[in-house]
């Protein structure tokens, strides 16, 4: 017992130093102004009034969209088709290899990428040519900036929930799969009525966490803004825009104000998946 009160109370000295202090900073910063006196909400009208505000919350939104259907849809079935493996080997294979790029996460995967991405030293570089993508500055056009990032992201971050999903699969009754293919179910059939609905508090949690390290996005086009000589605007995202404030513009309330805007769209959506995924209910 003794021990698990250490373990609790490391995990939450630690929440508290690198958690809950730096947000109740935060909140402070944003409702004051530079000499500390009380500001209200005006520094969140004047963030969300800069012209730089909603196009960095498109890009956001647009990316999120992406990502999470993709996330969502792609990780679950792919879960399903290697749990459905009956070789030992061939499903511990798979696993591995889905959840070997997770290795290379953050700047290290995007750099990968920066070759990926261009024609002229990529492995793929035939295939981009082929949809008239010649150039590096072509690849990264503004257009294609969301699915690139949404791809980046799958391609580190699905692996792990791959193997979370699988994990979860492995939790349902032996029995009430046998019994279902004893009346006759198929697979597909195993999978939607069975399957489906007992991953869906996984499916919820996998969103949430998704949704939140989605809503932070930074390294991807910082280090493409610096790749590409500013093709890609350092103000793409909102992190890079509350960046901005904070250490171009010396504007620490305004970055403040933004990170706030960001948790409290966050809290909402996971909300969301809070209450349509059951995460919470007793079974």
Excluded: C
Aim: net charge neutral.
């Amino acid at each position: 017992m003794r021990t698990s009160y250490l373990f609790v109370a490391l995990y939450t000295a630690l929440t508290v130093a690198f958690g809950i202090l730096p947000a109740l900073y935060a909140m402070y910063l944003a409702v004051t102004d530079a000499a500390g006196g009380f500001a209200g909400l005006t520094n969140f009208t004047r963030v969300v009034g800069d012209f730089r505000f909603g196009p960095a919350a498109t890009h956001v939104a647009y990316f999120l969209l992406i990502w999470l259907v993709a996330l969502v849809v792609l990780v679950t079935v792919l879960a399903i088709v290697v749990h459905a493996v009956r070789l030992r080997w061939l499903s511990s294979t798979l696993r591995l290899v889905f959840y070997l790029p997770g290795a290379l996460a953050g700047a290290s995967s995007v750099l990968l990428w920066l070759f990926l991405l261009d024609p002229t030293a990529s492995p793929i570089g035939g295939l981009l040519r082929l949809f008239g993508l010649s150039s590096f500055v072509q690849v990264i056009g503004p257009a294609h900036l969301p699915p690139i990032f949404a791809v980046i992201a799958f391609w580190t971050g699905a692996g792990g929930w791959i193997v979370i999903m699988y994990g979860a699969l492995n939790n349902i009754s032996a029995e009430v799969v046998e019994a279902a293919r004893i009346d006759g179910a198929s697979a597909m059939q195993i999978a939607w009525r069975i399957q489906l609905p007992m991953l869906r508090k996984w499916i919820s949690y996998m969103g949430i966490m998704s949704l939140a390290a989605g809503t932070q996005l930074f390294v991807e086009p910082q280090l493409l803004s610096q790749a590409s000589n500013a093709v890609v605007p350092n103000d793409y995202s909102l992190n890079q825009l509350a960046y901005q404030y904070a250490f171009q513009q010396n504007d620490f309330n305004g970055a403040a104000a933004i990170s706030l805007l960001l948790l409290l769209v966050a809290l909402a959506l996971s909300a969301v998946f809070v209450l349509r995924g059951g995460l919470f209910e007793r079974d």
